[in-house]
């Protein structure tokens, strides 16, 4: 099984709503990770989880807060967001901190924020 | 992580061979070369990697040259479904699992 899934595909929430994006694999991978994408735009990495600790937060906004209950599943909750955070969300994983391994990517979210 | 470049966008014929090609003149010794593709409103896929040696699987090769500045992506019969945004991803051990996507290649393959 080389699958990452994610839900909800498609979610519209306004900027007072809280809601959470979910990730999840059974790959046994170690690593995980949240990109998110603007239309026409490439991926822009926001976290990385290495064996369920934080690694990387790339200076994203409080607004948007991931978590990675175990090994398998990664979350990314969300808060008071704005219209200008309407994107593609994508989770991705790999094995770890290994170079020369290939990583695998959900199909993402498409977030509309009203 | 070296940066990558490639061009903008690139007409294939259907059936004919596409090859991308990708700069990365400042890349370093352990450094490896990554191609993803992202089809239209989906997540990026995994295509193939290599650090010196060319490579090939079932959907693609990979050239590298000599001194490892550049690379070529090769799809060899490309179909109609290959039509995508290719990325040349240039990762090492100093970057730890972090992927730098560029701006990418725009694929059309017309029939």
């Known amino acids: 099984d080389t699958e990452v899934t994610q839900t909800p595909k498609h979610l519209v929430m306004g900027m007072t709503n809280k809601k959470s994006l979910k990730c999840e694999q059974h790959?046994?991978?170690?690593?995980m990770y949240w990109y998110k994408q603007k239309a026409k735009k490439p991926p822009e990495l926001m976290f990385v989880y290495s064996y369920e600790k934080l690694s990387i937060n790339e200076s994203v906004p409080s607004r948007f807060s991931p978590e990675c209950p175990n090994s398998s599943l990664l979350n990314l909750h969300l808060h008071a967001l704005q219209p200008e955070d309407s994107a593609l969300y994508l989770c991705d994983s790999s094995q770890g901190r290994v170079e020369g391994h290939e990583q695998y990517f959900g199909p993402g979210t498409r977030l509309t924020v009203t | 992580d070296a940066k990558t470049t490639q061009p903008t966008s690139m007409d294939c014929a259907e059936g004919r061979a596409a090859n991308l090609p990708c700069n990365h003149s400042t890349i370093s010794g352990n450094e490896y070369v990554y191609w993803y593709r992202q089809i239209h409103s989906q997540g990026p896929q995994y295509i193939i990697h290599?650090?010196?040696n060319n490579e090939t699987n079932e959907m693609a090769s990979l050239i590298i040259t000599e001194d490892r500045k550049s690379s070529t992506l090769i799809l060899p019969h490309a179909t109609l479904r290959d039509t995508a945004v290719y990325y040349c991803?240039?990762?090492?051990?100093?970057?730890?699992?972090?992927?730098?996507f560029g701006g990418g290649t725009r694929v059309l393959v017309k029939p």
């Open positions: 790959m046994g991978h170690r690593a």
């Open positions: 991803i240039v990762k090492g051990r100093a970057a730890g699992n972090k992927l730098t």
């Open positions: 290599g650090l010196k």
